[in-house]
């Protein structure tokens, strides 16, 4: 559990990021070289793989090289971890919100 935890955390930290929000928006069109997903941002190319990286650390991106070009893709793992976690908080408050609702028709 605290191993999910904290992917759960980097996921979230690297989320909370607008430009590597803006990248894994990009890269959900599909697989891109680094150089043509840096291209419309306005910062450095070593910025873009600065960003890559804690995307890379989360499980949202995967990044390969084939001789000089690297290719980035989304990978689905990193948003299913965060979908689990949202999905266990909705079940918690559906239950708490159903057993507060019996409680009022009881009293009421």
């Not at 941002?41 to 991106?61: D, F, N, P, R, Y």
Request: aromatic fraction near 2%.
């Amino acid at each position: 559990m605290a191993h999910r935890k904290l992917h759960v955390d980097r996921v979230f930290h690297a989320l909370g990021d607008p430009t590597r929000r803006a990248l894994v928006e990009r890269l959900s069109r599909g697989p891109i070289t680094v150089s043509r997903l840096a291209k419309p941002l306005a910062i450095t190319l070593a910025a873009v793989l600065q960003h890559l990286q804690v995307l890379e650390k989360s499980g949202l991106v995967r990044t390969e090289k084939l001789g000089r070009v690297r290719t980035c893709r989304i990978e689905t793992g990193g948003l299913s971890v965060v979908e689990q976690w949202i999905e266990d908080r909705r079940v918690t408050w559906e239950t708490r919100l159903d057993r507060l609702g019996k409680l009022l028709e009881e009293e009421g």
